[in-house]
């Protein structure tokens, strides 16, 4: 199996989580291990509280966003697979029907996992380079004794190595079940789509407004990355807001840069899959007179409200996730700010949020235009 050029820049997106995952577990982890080895040293009473609090931070930061964004990364794994066989079924179909077994097919896609490699490899890189200025800003009221940044190699092994192979032996499993398919239906490159009819859909909905609940059902894995790309761009922006009182602008800005990176990155690549996969439908739509306005909101606009929803909910979680922070893992140490929800923050994070997801549409909606109706159609 050769993956092409354009196949491998689809996995920029698994690169990138991967290594926003990594470059945070990184450096609260390697953190925790170095402190914890001159735990006797600290003997004062406000040291040995931080010093507590600390270490839960880290084992919560890294449980918590480690854990969400290791499954959103296997999320995506997982529907690249499926669109990568989905895109190049006669490829494989002829593969099946020379006498190919499934496992022997299969095994080829184990370089999907070399983008997670890439991915952890780049943000341990980074951690580590960036470990001795986050070393200075937890130690900034001199309660510890000096820290030095160590390699620890069974971390590196965990956080690079070991994600690489789970997910490529993930990406071999999913392949042979999605491979498990007759020849005939590669070959014919024939897509399983399940419906259900409730009995309960009136006949009087719109064909427009019928066709974007359609195209919304009919790819259900991309409403839960544009809600998480709401979800990360919600709770990292208020999260920098309320780290430059709570904790220090350098771990603002940090939060600030992954959010928006994560957030950007998943939105674009989500609305690029969904204009591609709805590329025969607009086509069809252009060819019976409808214009591109029409076909961005048939196609585009069903997505929207999930986009919001994700929204409401990264606001929710930064609230619950800081306030249990400052009111049970730091509640012993001095000095440090009571937190409340924050609502001007609130309200320009949704203003800049809605100006970002709203320009996106509409740059994705002109893109519309360039679908080429015989190209697609000729298919």
Same mark, same amino acid.
């Given at each position: 199996?050769?993956?092409?050029?354009?196949?491998?820049?689809k996995?920029i997106?698994?690169?990138?989580?991967?290594?926003?995952?990594?470059?945070?577990?990184?450096?609260?982890?390697?953190?925790?291990?170095?402190?914890?080895?001159?735990?006797?040293?600290?003997?004062?009473?406000?040291?040995?509280?931080?010093?507590?609090?600390?270490?839960?931070?880290?084992?919560?930061?890294?449980?918590?966003?480690?854990g969400?964004?290791?499954?959103?990364s296997?999320?995506m794994?997982?529907?690249?697979?499926?669109?990568?066989?989905?895109?190049?079924?006669?490829?494989?179909?002829?593969?099946?029907?020379?006498?190919y077994?499934?496992?022997?097919?299969?095994?080829?896609f184990w370089?999907?996992?070399?983008?997670?490699?890439?991915?952890?490899?780049?943000?341990?890189?980074?951690?580590?380079?960036?470990?001795?200025?986050?070393?200075?800003?937890?130690?900034?009221?001199?309660? !510890?004794?000096e820290?030095?940044?160590?390699f620890?190699?069974?971390?590196a092994?965990l956080?690079?190595c070991?994600?690489?192979?789970? !997910?490529?032996?993930?990406?071999?499993?999913?392949?042979?079940?999605?491979?498990?398919?007759?020849?005939l239906?590669?070959?014919?490159?024939?897509?399983?789509?399940?419906?259900?009819?409730?009995g309960?859909?009136?006949?009087?909905?719109?064909?427009?407004?019928n066709?974007?609940?359609?195209t919304?059902r009919?790819?259900k894995?991309?409403?839960? !990355?544009?809600?998480f790309?709401?979800f990360?761009?919600s709770?990292?922006l208020?999260?920098?807001?309320?780290?430059?009182?709570?904790s220090s602008?350098?771990?603002a800005?940090?939060?600030?840069?992954i959010?928006?990176?994560?957030?950007?990155?998943t939105?674009?690549?989500?609305?690029?899959?969904?204009?591609?996969?709805?590329?025969?439908?607009?086509?069809?739509?252009?060819? !019976?007179?409808?214009?591109?306005?029409?076909c961005a909101?048939?196609t585009?606009?069903?997505?929207r409200?999930?986009?919001?929803?994700?929204?409401?909910?990264?606001?929710?979680?930064?609230?619950?996730?800081?306030?249990t922070?400052?009111?049970?893992v730091?509640?012993?140490?001095?000095?440090?700010?009571?937190?409340?929800?924050?609502?001007?923050?609130?309200?320009?994070?949704?203003?800049?949020?809605?100006?970002?997801?709203?320009?996106?549409?509409?740059?994705?909606?002109?893109?519309?235009?360039?679908?080429?109706?015989?190209g697609?159609?000729?298919?």
């Open positions: 199996m050769i993956i092409g050029i354009k196949d491998a820049t996995l997106g698994i690169t990138i989580i991967a290594c926003c995952v990594v470059f945070v577990c990184a450096i609260f982890l390697n953190f925790n291990i170095d402190i914890a080895a001159m735990k006797d040293e600290i003997t004062t009473a406000s040291g040995a509280a931080m010093y507590d609090a600390i270490v839960s931070t880290g084992k919560v930061v890294a449980a918590v966003s480690g969400c964004l290791a499954a959103t296997a999320a794994l997982l529907f690249y697979v499926k669109n990568y066989i989905d895109t190049h079924g006669k490829e494989l179909g002829i593969l099946k029907a020379i006498g077994s499934n496992i022997n097919i299969a095994k080829h370089t999907f996992g070399l983008s997670v490699f890439l991915g952890c490899a780049f943000g341990y890189a980074l951690a580590f380079l960036y470990l001795p200025t986050f070393y200075e800003l937890q130690n900034a009221d001199r309660l !510890f004794p820290i030095r940044a160590r620890h190699p069974i971390l092994f956080l690079v070991l994600p690489a192979i789970i !997910f490529a032996i993930l990406a071999v499993l999913y392949a042979y079940l999605r491979l498990k398919s007759p020849a239906d590669l070959l014919k490159e024939r897509r399983e789509y399940k419906t259900k009819s409730s309960r859909e009136s006949p009087d909905i719109p064909f427009l407004q066709l974007s609940r359609s919304v009919g790819r894995s991309l409403v839960f !990355f544009i809600a790309s709401a990360c761009f709770a990292m208020q999260m920098s807001t309320s780290m430059t009182h709570l602008k350098e771990m800005a940090m939060m600030l840069a959010g928006l990176i994560l957030a950007f990155v939105l674009l690549l989500s609305l690029s899959s969904v204009v591609k996969g709805n590329a025969k439908t607009i086509a069809m739509m252009r060819v !019976f007179g409808y214009d591109h306005g029409a909101k048939a585009l606009g069903g997505y409200p999930f986009a919001y929803l994700g929204f409401a909910l990264g606001t929710g979680y930064q609230y619950v996730l800081l306030k922070m400052t009111a049970v730091f509640a012993d140490v001095a000095g440090l700010p009571e937190y409340g929800f924050d609502w001007k923050a609130c309200a320009a994070t949704l203003g800049l949020f809605a100006v970002a997801y709203e320009a996106a549409i509409r740059g994705y909606a002109r893109g519309i235009r360039r679908v080429a109706v015989k697609v159609m000729g298919e």
